[in-house]
Structures are given as structure tokens and as C-alpha cells.
């Protein structure tokens, strides 16, 4: 039961260079989200997707794109890295639910990104 | 407006002692949950507990209790006997079905010393 699994673990990488973070889940949970934690800021929302092609924006989304074709990925690109963007991210996949109910929301074990 | 205050940012305890952290939220919504995640120091995210918030009963797991009051907008937890594996960053979060997100605190780092 792999559950959530986040690629690579760690990543350095420059300044203006594209970088793209893994994310799969393989208990077809329908939403998906992407997080940054920074000291001082705690845990914020970049982006979330509810379902295969559907995404949105969460507080922090400036610099990132996503995309959703298979409701199990869920990749998060930098297109220009900048150092700002030094982060651990986390994904997370939750099961979703009608009527504004959820269930938990389970997270990958994060990627540690440093942009130089 | 949605927000989760972990007002203390560090504990320091002894092993075997008890300690509370602090969970205060705001929300308008009348339907809202309430969870804990443990965050070791290997960094991953841990899912402990989720209440819901019509249910205010207490729980406990373990060494492991939960406080819920909604006349103070409080969701308190509790671990009974300390131990070294418990050093961890605590967060409190609340997703509201209104914004669809899952709001952080800040988070409470736990040290318990041998």
C-alpha cells in the first residue's frame, strides 16, 4: 500500500531553471493538493485540484502551474525557479465528498526544494 | 474569516510529564472539522485525529486525549506521560466545507528532554 509517494525527495536546483515536482496517490481519492511550508508561515495552499482536469488556486500560487490529466498525479511545476521558492512542498490527497463533507486529508512525505 | 491560533510555539517538557497544547479557531461555518497532525523530525506529515463539529465529545487514544469546546472555539490536546518519541511539531487545522481548504496554525514544537 504505497498511499501517497512524492519525487524527488530532495532537489537543488538554479535560479530561471524549470523544475517539476511528483506527486501520486494510489487510493484514487478525488482531491489533491499542493502546500509549501516555510518557517514563520506554517503550511500554505499553492494549489488544489477535485478531480481529473480541475484545478484551482490556494493562497499561494503566483510562480507555480499544475496539472491533473489522471486523477492519480498530480505535478506541480515551477517554470522559473527563484529563490523565494525554497520550500519543502507537500501533496496531500483527501477522499472529497458531497455537501461540503470531508474526510481526511493524507500527505506525501514532501519534497525538500533549495533554488540557488 | 477562517483561522486556527496555536498561541504557544515552543513547549519544552520532561519525560513522563503532561503537557496541553493549544488549539483556538474561528469560523462562521456550523459545519467544520477539526484535526491534529503530528510532524516528526523526519518531517513527514502525520494525521492523528479529525473531529467534526457536531460531535464534542472527548477522546482519548493512548497516551493521547483530545479536548473539544465550541463555546470557546477550542480543540485542545492533551499527551499524558510524555516520551522522547513525542518531540514533534504539533498542528492544529480546520477545514470548512464553505472554502474547501484546510487551515493550518502555526504549528507548537514539542520537546520532551530524557
Known amino acids: 500500500d504505497a498511499g501517497i509517494t512524492q519525487s524527488p525527495r530532495y532537489k537543488i536546483t538554479e535560479t530561471g531553471r524549470q523544475v517539476t515536482l511528483m506527486c501520486h496517490q494510489t487510493?484514487?481519492?478525488?482531491?489533491m493538493f499542493w502546500y509549501r511550508q516555510d518557517l514563520g508561515h506554517g503550511l500554505r495552499l499553492i494549489y488544489y485540484s477535485a478531480a481529473a482536469d480541475i484545478t484551482d488556486k490556494g493562497e499561494v500560487p503566483d510562480g507555480y502551474v499544475v496539472s491533473r490529466s489522471k486523477t492519480e498525479n498530480f505535478p506541480l511545476t515551477l517554470e522559473s525557479a527563484t529563490r523565494s521558492q525554497t520550500s519543502v512542498y507537500f501533496c496531500a490527497s483527501r477522499v472529497g465528498g458531497a455537501g461540503g463533507l470531508t474526510d481526511t486529508q493524507y500527505f506525501g512525505p514532501g519534497t525538500r526544494l533549495t533554488v540557488l | 474569516a477562517q483561522k486556527v491560533t496555536q498561541a504557544q510555539t515552543e513547549i519544552s517538557v520532561v519525560e513522563k510529564e503532561d503537557v496541553t497544547l493549544d488549539c483556538v479557531y474561528e469560523t462562521r461555518d456550523t459545519t467544520y472539522y477539526l484535526f491534529w497532525y503530528k510532524q516528526p523530525p523526519s518531517g513527514e506529515l502525520v494525521f492523528l485525529i479529525r473531529?467534526?463539529?457536531?460531535?464534542?465529545q472527548n477522546e482519548i487514544s493512548g497516551r493521547y486525549s483530545w479536548n473539544f469546546q465550541k463555546s470557546t472555539s477550542s480543540f485542545n490536546f492533551t499527551i499524558t506521560a510524555s516520551q522522547v518519541v513525542d518531540s514533534a511539531v504539533y498542528f492544529c487545522a480546520l477545514y470548512s466545507g464553505n472554502t474547501g481548504k484546510l487551515i493550518f496554525g502555526q504549528g507548537t514544537t514539542l520537546q520532551v528532554k530524557p
Open positions: 473531529r467534526n463539529s457536531f460531535d464534542e
Open positions: 487510493w484514487s481519492h478525488s482531491y
